[in-house]
C-alpha cells in the first residue's frame, strides 16, 4: 500500500494566524482525504481532494476556512485558517489502499493558543 | 449520514484476556474495516470485510461482518501489552465516502 509522508508533525500556533499541512504520496493516486480528529473523538471527514478539480467539502467545512490543493497525483496540502482554539485537533490526509480501505499518513498535531 | 455506534467506549483488561468489541449501524454498508491508532500515529488497516457473514483473521485479531450488512465486531484473542491503542470501526458505501465510529480505547495491564 502506499506510503504517506506527512508534515509538520506538530505545531503550535497564534490564533488568528494560518498553517499549512503537507501530504506526500509515493505513488500516484486519484483521491486524497482529509480528516480531522479532535480530542478523543473519532475522525471526520473534512474534504475529497481530486487532481485537476476543486476538493469536495463534507458539510459543516467550507473552503475559506480550510482551503485544499491538489496540485499533482502525489501531493495536496490542507490549509487551516484564521485559526481558533477549537481548530485544536489532529488532521490527517489519506489515500485509498486498493483493498477497500485507506492508508493514513501519522497526522500533523495542532494547537492554536 | 450513516452511523455508526461502536462499543465498549473504553476497556481496561488484564494481560492474556480475550477482547471483543463491535459496530452496529441503522444504514447497509459494503465493506466493514477495523482500525488501531497508536498515540501520535494515524490509524492502521487491520482488517477489511467485504461479504456479509464473512469472518477474517489476522493472527490474533479475529473480525466478522455481520449478515444484516449493519454490524460487525472484532476480537482479540490473549491481549499483549502492545495491544493498547484506539480500535476504530470503518464502514464503507462507496469508495469516497467513509465513516468511523466513535472508537474502543484499550487499556492492557501487564
Known amino acids: 500500500s502506499a506510503v504517506i509522508s506527512q508534515k509538520p508533525s506538530r505545531d503550535i500556533c497564534q490564533r488568528g494566524t494560518s498553517l499549512t499541512i503537507q501530504c506526500q504520496v509515493d505513488s500516484q493516486v486519484t483521491m486524497m482525504f482529509w480528516y480531522r480528529q479532535q480530542p478523543g473523538q473519532s475522525l471526520t471527514l473534512i474534504a475529497t481532494?481530486?487532481?485537476?478539480?476543486?476538493?469536495?467539502?463534507e458539510s459543516g467545512f467550507v473552503i475559506d476556512k480550510f482551503p485544499i490543493s491538489r496540485p499533482n497525483l502525489t501531493f495536496s496540502t490542507l490549509t487551516v485558517s484564521n485559526m481558533s482554539p477549537e481548530d485544536s485537533s489532529i488532521y490527517l490526509c489519506?489515500?485509498?489502499?486498493?483493498?477497500?480501505?485507506?492508508?493514513f499518513g501519522s497526522g500533523t498535531r495542532l494547537t492554536v493558543v | 449520514g450513516q452511523q455508526l455506534n461502536q462499543s465498549p467506549q473504553s476497556m481496561f483488561i488484564q494481560e492474556g484476556e480475550d477482547v471483543s468489541m463491535n459496530c452496529t449501524s441503522s444504514s447497509i454498508f459494503n465493506t466493514w474495516l477495523w482500525y488501531k491508532q497508536d498515540p501520535g500515529e494515524g490509524p492502521v488497516l487491520l482488517i477489511a470485510l467485504y461479504k456479509a457473514g464473512e469472518l477474517t483473521s489476522n493472527g490474533r485479531l479475529t473480525a466478522q461482518f455481520g449478515t444484516t450488512r449493519k454490524d460487525s465486531f472484532l476480537n482479540i484473542s490473549a491481549s499483549i501489552p502492545s495491544d493498547v491503542g484506539i480500535y476504530f470501526c470503518a464502514g464503507l458505501v462507496v469508495y469516497n465516502d467513509m465513516r468511523f465510529g466513535a472508537g474502543t480505547r484499550l487499556t492492557v495491564k501487564p
Open positions: 481532494a481530486n487532481q485537476g478539480s476543486e476538493a469536495t467539502y
Open positions: 489519506s489515500v485509498g489502499a486498493g483493498v477497500g480501505g485507506y492508508t
